[in-house]
């Protein structure tokens, strides 16, 4: 079936540490987008990618979307407590928008 | 702009029953969504409604049903509860652009949290 694969599943950083997670399709994706969900609370939309090998960033976020549009990946530069949080890619299949697991940052302080 | 409002947000149910949750999308959104989440399976996609049609539908049995009305607004219901029915069952809305339903960014509403007895 469709699906988003992410991993990691978890991950536990020191503050000041990289942070990466990747997102993998088996299919081409129409687009991939990227949400937030804190603690307790709902995704929060951070960006989207559309064009094969796109590169982003949003300060210390980067985002890329792969040349064959069946990954992507997230980076975050220097982890702050306030990035804790999951993060979940969902691609655009065939007008669906499937999520993946979600990858869950711990960042000790 | 108020946001995606979902009701209720707390709710308690036996096995059996059955449960309607509803779904305000931000004014102007035409399109909404559906997921389910659950600690181990992230979320998984429910339906998608534009124009009060369904236009696309994952993979959960019929006891998973929904609909959309004029103004946009959205219910879905969940027939003959099962314990692993418990979930945050999330609610999101979307601008659908031009004449294609396909549309861009998500904005989420607080969720319900269904637990199943």
């Known amino acids: 079936g469709q699906q988003v694969m992410q991993i990691p599943q978890y991950q536990h950083v020191q503050e000041g540490e990289d942070f990466t997670t990747y997102c993998n399709s088996s299919t081409t994706l129409s687009n991939i987008q990227w949400y937030k969900q804190r603690p307790g609370g709902h995704p929060v939309f951070l960006i989207q990618?559309?064009?094969?090998?796109e590169v982003k960033k949003q300060k210390r976020l980067t985002f890329q979307f792969g040349e064959a549009k069946k990954n992507s990946s997230l980076h975050i530069t220097a982890t702050q407590t306030t990035d804790v949080g999951t993060y979940f890619c969902?691609?655009?299949?065939?007008?669906?928008?499937?999520f993946g697991q979600g990858t869950e940052l711990s960042v000790k302080p | 702009k108020a946001g995606v409002t979902q009701t209720p947000r707390y709710l308690i149910k036996t096995r059996g029953q059955q449960v309607t949750l509803s779904c305000s999308p931000i004014?102007?959104?035409?399109?909404v969504s559906w997921y389910q989440q659950t600690p181990g399976q992230g979320l998984q996609f429910l339906f998608e409604?534009?124009?009060?049609?369904?236009?696309n539908k994952g993979n959960f049995p019929g006891r998973f049903s929904g609909r959309q009305f004029s103004n946009s607004r959205s219910e879905m219901n969940v027939s003959t509860l099962e314990l692993g029915d418990s979930a945050l069952y999330l609610c999101?809305?979307?601008?659908?652009?031009?004449?294609?339903?396909?549309?861009?960014?998500?904005?989420f509403g607080e969720g319900s949290r269904l637990t199943v007895l």
């Open positions: 999101a809305s979307s601008l659908a652009r031009g004449v294609s339903y396909v549309t861009g960014e998500l904005f």
């Open positions: 409604y534009f124009s009060e049609t369904q236009r």
């Open positions: 990618l559309v064009k094969s090998g």
């Open positions: 969902a691609g655009r299949q065939g007008g669906k928008l499937i």
């Open positions: 004014s102007g959104h035409r399109s």
